[in-house]
């Protein structure tokens, strides 16, 4: 992988079983031989900003914190996953390579210094009531709060209700003030609350948004991928089919 290759982030939208990490990561292993990068493996252990109380959330801290660190050891890929609550980032920064903040929660200064604090690479991903070039704070934050590489994620804003727009202006805003910025790609095709009791979106659009990122700029890619999306326990309507990752980050590159 050469100094210019972009960032590539995969991985299921929240760990439902040991199993289904193990298909992902197989896959993302098989494409980074295949292609010479390094996709860093994504998943959650617990979605704290579910719709509905009764949405599957994941397998808690310690538990999931366990299943990555078992795909970390068996495929050797990176790992990245988000925290809530900054008690978590200690443990976290323990078995991930890149700890992400929530959207929702980009502001909270605890929850950036804790995760700085962790030597770990800090992704923070844009509140979708927040421009690119608001992202300075919560980047000064972290950066204060001793974390060495920090990277910043757009993924869209609040557009009425239950409805998403992508302002691509915010990624060169925000290589002002970093030089690694993201798209995430499937939570921008969210319509946030408009699925019953859950969120919806639609993932035709999905390489869409990715193209038109590159366009604009970013350095790296964040996909969430399931084998069967539709059957997936958290952001069905938006993850990506996984066998379609390969072909999608070879027209990226």
């Known amino acids: 992988m050469t100094k210019n290759t972009p960032i590539f982030i995969a991985g299921p939208c929240v760990i439902e079983s040991q199993e289904l990490l193990n298909v992902v990561a197989e896959e993302l292993k098989a494409i980074n ?28 801290l310690e538990k999931g914190l366990e299943m990555l660190a078992n795909v970390k050891e068996r495929y050797g890929l990176r790992i990245l996953t988000d925290i809530h609550e900054s008690y978590q980032a200690e443990a976290v920064g323990q078995v991930c390579d890149v700890i992400q903040i929530p ?3 980009c502001r909270q200064t605890d929850l950036l ?9 800090v992704n923070i991903k844009k509140a979708q009531f927040l421009s690119g070039l608001d992202m300075k704070y919560p980047l000064e934050k972290a950066k204060e709060a001793g974390a060495k590489d920090v990277w ?36 921008s095709v969210q319509r946030p609350g408009a699925g019953d009791g859950k969120t919806g979106g639609d993932r035709r659009f999905v390489p869409s948004m ?12 964040f996909f ?6 539709d059957e997936g326990l958290s952001d069905a309507a938006n993850m990506l089919e996984l066998n379609k990752l390969k072909g999608l980050i070879k027209n990226l590159l």
């Open 152 to 187: 910043l994620t757009e993924r869209g804003n609040s557009f009425g209700y239950n409805n998403l727009v992508v302002d691509f202006r915010n990624i060169p805003d925000m290589l002002n003030y970093t030089p690694n910025v993201i798209m995430d790609c499937t939570h």
């Open 103 to 105: 959207a929702f929660l």
């Open 33 to 60: 031989n295949d292609l010479g990068i390094d996709i860093i493996f994504k998943a959650s252990f617990d979605k704290a900003n579910r719709t509905s109380i009764r949405s599957f959330r994941g397998l808690g």
């Open 210 to 221: 990715a193209m038109a990122a590159k366009a604009f700029g970013a350095t790296g890619y």
């Open 224 to 229: 969430e991928v399931h084998p069967n999306p």
């Open 113 to 121: 210094v804790a995760a700085a604090k962790t030597g770990r690479i």
